[in-house]
């Protein structure tokens, strides 16, 4: 099965997520995507974030009839960090080949993620063009070291084994939506997920309800 993933808040998640990520599976042949909602994402404030339970929700709904599992695993895993989440799943799903998808905004400042060297070493790397953000992604230091791995996508629809590190660079239409929109329109919205009880797609188990003062580091950095 080739998977890709997608991690971030999804706070909350909106059509946006759905578009890149359907665009991103057609683009790579992927048979299926995971959303990695993070308990916590450091390079976030932690003011506005809604409960767990509440954003898992949120992505459950985004991803209905599409081909996405939404999934909390890091709570499970007990990591801290995205390096040390990928590395695990690698491990625990030998028989799957992953592809780390994120969008230019993340490129930009993917040098500041702790062992981002390690991320790219661990699967491949796809980055969907963002709207603002292209022009900062190229010029990153994370990209001059990247820059040696680009390959194009055709390389990584081929049926062979991936290798890392590999970097391949998606454009598509660009998509307006974003979380701090979808906020400022509907202030409340986690409180349609109150009384949620998500159950995890990946490992089947339910969601924990967290408070703020449970939530740890989480996918980003």
């Given at each position: ?81 995205t390096a040390d989440t990928l590395r695990q799943l ?132």
């Open positions: 099965m080739r998977t890709g993933l997608l991690g971030g808040s999804f706070n909350p998640a909106h059509g946006g997520h759905r578009r890149i990520t359907l665009f991103a599976m057609d683009a790579l042949g992927l048979d299926e995507a995971w959303w990695l909602v993070s308990p916590r994402n450091p390079l976030k404030a932690a003011k506005g974030m809604a409960p767990l339970s509440a954003r898992v929700s949120s992505a459950r709904k985004q991803a209905r009839r599409a081909p996405v599992r939404v999934t909390a695993i890091e709570q499970q895993l007990g990591t801290r960090y690698a491990r625990r799903y030998p028989k799957r080949q992953f592809v780390w998808l994120m969008g230019s905004d993340n490129l930009a400042q993917f040098h500041l993620w702790r062992d981002w060297r390690l991320i790219a070493r661990t699967m491949p790397i796809a980055v969907i063009a963002r709207p603002g953000y292209d022009a900062d992604a190229m010029t990153s230091p994370a990209m001059a070291w990247l820059r040696r791995y680009r390959v194009p996508a055709a390389r990584l629809r081929k049926r062979g084994r991936w290798s890392a590190p590999a970097l391949v660079f998606l454009r598509f239409d660009p998509d307006p939506r974003s979380a701090t929109a979808r906020r400022k329109a509907w202030p409340d919205w986690a409180a349609a997920y109150a009384a949620a009880t998500p159950r995890d797609a990946v490992t089947h188990r339910p969601i924990k309800h967290d408070s703020m003062a449970d939530i740890r580091e989480g996918i980003g950095v």
